[in-house]
């Protein structure tokens, strides 16, 4: 079973569940001729639309690439979790403006032993059905699962304020309805303001994260021939779609057949184990005893130890006939002024080889 076709089983758990529930809820209401039962039931309806969403979502994410979405649909997920977080943070809104009427006008609440009933079994239902959900999506790392889950969780935390209320009520005649729907109203809220912040931040595109890039680093490093890796740049379109490109620095002493070579053979793997559609650029380094290798290392050397650059200096190539040198810096993330930096960086290289013209490229860190 795939990853879709997990996420969609779930889902369907997920509508089986709350239909089961809705159904129970009915029965008992129409058994115990409790009118606020049976609408209860009917809300249960409603929450089989988040797992509905996360179907059609997902349904829709694996439609095949076209003409006009040369990527895929895989993005369409993201839009599947904005809604459901809507929905939560909706449904948080309108339990804060419910509770707030409760405190201004107070009323005395009729708990019936067939309201315990449901309120009890909902709770637990609810429980189970939301950590399964949202442990599923975790698993599957889909946001619109994880959002689905956590609104289960939220109708279990609601009536578990109804069921704290209730015994309050029995024991003491003290309603809290109001008092305890506003605090879980605000939590809520917050957590659907907190599941909307990630699947808009991977359409707006989020960067990946940072132990994924180094594992990426150290599997390309691990190819012989590869001294270097750098300028990694990743595109999410979709959670197993990640298109990118990266630059390795190889031997100059290697021949066009053998980079070839080696830059499929990195594509290849980066595809079968992460599914990265990934382009390899490459950095040739001097080699041997020639004035190449010397004006390399007098300039590499001279701009690492520059405190405003980070990471490996790369990308150096010397234009023999046009006696220029270009090497790619990348500067730290306090530096605000780029050519102030590029112009201090040029007169200190001057200096040292004044006989050279030197281009300094500035390359910017997307990923680390």
Do not use: C
Not at 73 to 85: D, K, P, Q, V
Not at 121 to 150: C, N, P, T, W
Not at 259 to 266: A, E, F, K, P, W
């Amino acid at each position: 079973m795939n990853r879709s076709q997990e996420i969609i089983r779930t889902s369907v758990v997920g509508v089986v569940t709350n239909v089961l529930l809705a159904t129970f809820k009915a029965i008992v209401g129409l058994i115990a001729g409790s009118i606020a039962i049976v609408m209860d039931a009917v809300n249960n309806l409603s929450d089989v639309l988040s797992s509905l969403i996360t179907i059609v979502g997902t349904k829709l994410s694996e439609r095949p690439a076209d003409r006009q979405h040369p990527y895929g649909h895989g993005r369409i997920e993201y839009f599947s979790a904005i809604i459901i977080s809507i929905i939560i943070l909706l449904a948080g809104v309108t339990s804060l403006i419910e509770s707030t009427k409760k405190i201004i006008k107070p009323t005395i609440p009729d708990y019936s032993a067939a309201t315990l009933i449901v309120i009890i079994v909902a709770i637990f239902v609810k429980l189970f059905l939301g950590r399964y959900v949202k442990k599923q999506g975790e698993k599957l790392k889909s946001d619109a699962l994880f959002a689905s889950g956590s609104d289960a969780l939220f109708d279990a935390l609601i009536t578990l304020a109804t069921l704290i209320s209730a015994i309050i009520m029995l024991l003491w005649n003290v309603s809290l309805d109001g008092i305890l729907g506003i605090l879980i109203s605000l939590i809520i809220i917050k957590a659907g303001v907190d599941m909307l912040a990630s699947p808009v931040n991977e359409l707006l595109g989020a960067r990946i994260s940072q132990e994924f890039v180094r594992n990426i680093k150290q599997e390309v490093m691990a190819f012989e021939e590869v001294h270097g890796v750098y300028d990694i740049i990743l595109h999410n379109y979709g959670p197993n779609i990640l298109i990118g490109s990266l630059h390795i620095s190889v031997p100059d002493t290697l021949n066009a057949y053998q980079i070839h070579g080696l830059t499929r053979r990195i594509s290849e793997q980066l595809y079968k184990r992460h599914k990265i559609i990934m382009t390899v650029g490459v950095y040739a380094i001097s080699t041997g005893e020639n004035e190449k290798t010397r004006l390399q290392t007098t300039v590499v050397a001279a701009l690492a130890r520059h405190k405003d650059v980070v990471q490996e200096i790369h990308g150096f190539y010397y234009f023999e006939k046009e006696h220029r040198i270009s090497v790619d810096i990348v500067p730290d993330i306090s530096v605000k002024d780029d050519e102030a930096l590029l112009k201090q960086l040029k007169t200190e290289l001057e200096s040292l080889i004044p006989d050279e013209e030197i281009t300094i490229v500035i390359d910017h860190n997307y990923s680390e």
